[in-house]
């Protein structure tokens, strides 16, 4: 397997999603306006869609096992 | 008009940056006692409108005052009635950001994550351990035997698993003692994601630790891949206690 260090735009957002969703100061109570979840499902699932594909070509194979291929 | 906030900083002086925030936005800093966080005002509309851009943004307005201060960076899209209202947050916290900047003083974030073959891996494990008398046991054993024979090959084969993974992370995490302060590691958060590390780094040594990073490439497990990622604001190191969040 070769190794890599990506710095493709789909990874750099899952890089960054990792960290701006749920992480740094996470302050809560009825100042902060907090962002309708569905809008946030939608940039995370399209973000997320996209670079699961990127970590598939990365990877060479899907990352679905063998056993939850459908027969 | 609403305030959004991208991270509290260890500065109460203006921060003169002449890149804009979020929807064009100019970014400033709003001082509380001796330290401020860095804000932009925001259209009423940004309901309507959050979408990948936002968070590009939201990193590269930290990362450019992560270059000048230390920064705390906010959770994404924290947004602010007015300027009362951060004033009131910022009292609240204030021990806590302090206590936070200078611990994080001089330091930057790395993230590594460690793709591996876990369903190749975990296969040959299971096939080791039913060899042929699982097949045995189908046509001889009750239904009852059966099942608890299958749970305990199962239980089995995890175990075996995380324990091959214990062993690949150890080896991994080897190349990067001594390089950090702090680290945070996750194992397996999927089958074939096997490590999502993340690592505090002091400024001074970050090159060190990228050429860590190297030779764990160069001399590592040559049937692991990596992801290596930073220097981040420090999103995975801050602690902000429950009892500092409770304003009576």
Known sequence: MDNVMLKSKDVTLLEILDRVLDKGVVVSGDIVISVADVDLVYVGLKVLLSSVEAMERLRGAPFAGAGEEPT | ?248
């Open chain 2, 1 to 248: 008009m609403k305030i959004y906030t991208y991270g509290v900083i260890d500065s109460n002086s203006g921060i003169e940056d002449s890149n804009k925030g979020i929807e064009g936005a100019h970014v400033h800093n709003i001082p509380y006692r001796d330290i401020g966080i860095a804000v932009s005002d925001l259209d009423e509309r940004y309901k309507k409108n959050v979408n990948p851009d936002h968070i590009l943004k939201h990193e590269e307005v930290a990362e450019r005052l992560m270059e000048r201060f230390t920064v705390l960076p906010m959770k994404f899209f924290t947004i602010f009635k007015n300027k009362e209202e951060i004033l009131s947050m910022m009292s609240e916290y204030y021990d806590s950001f302090n206590e936070n900047l200078d611990r994080l003083r001089g330091k930057l974030e790395f993230g590594l994550k460690v793709i591996w073959s876990g369903n190749t891996i975990k296969k040959r494990i299971a096939e080791n351990n039913t060899g042929q008398g699982q097949s045995e046991l189908l046509s001889n054993g009750s239904l009852a035997q059966n099942y608890v024979m299958e749970k305990f090959e199962k239980y089995k084969t995890d175990r075996q698993f995380k324990e091959e993974g214990h062993k690949y992370i150890s080896t991994v995490n080897r190349f990067f003692s001594g390089f950090a302060v702090e680290e945070k590691l996750n194992m397996l958060k999927s089958e074939g994601l096997l490590l999502t590390a993340s690592y505090l780094v002091e400024k001074a040594k970050q090159d060190d630790f990228k050429q860590a990073f190297e030779r764990l490439k160069k001399n590592g497990p040559n049937d692991l891949k990596y992801l290596f990622s930073g220097p981040w604001p420090p999103y995975n190191f801050i602690n902000l206690t429950k009892s500092e969040f409770k304003k009576v």
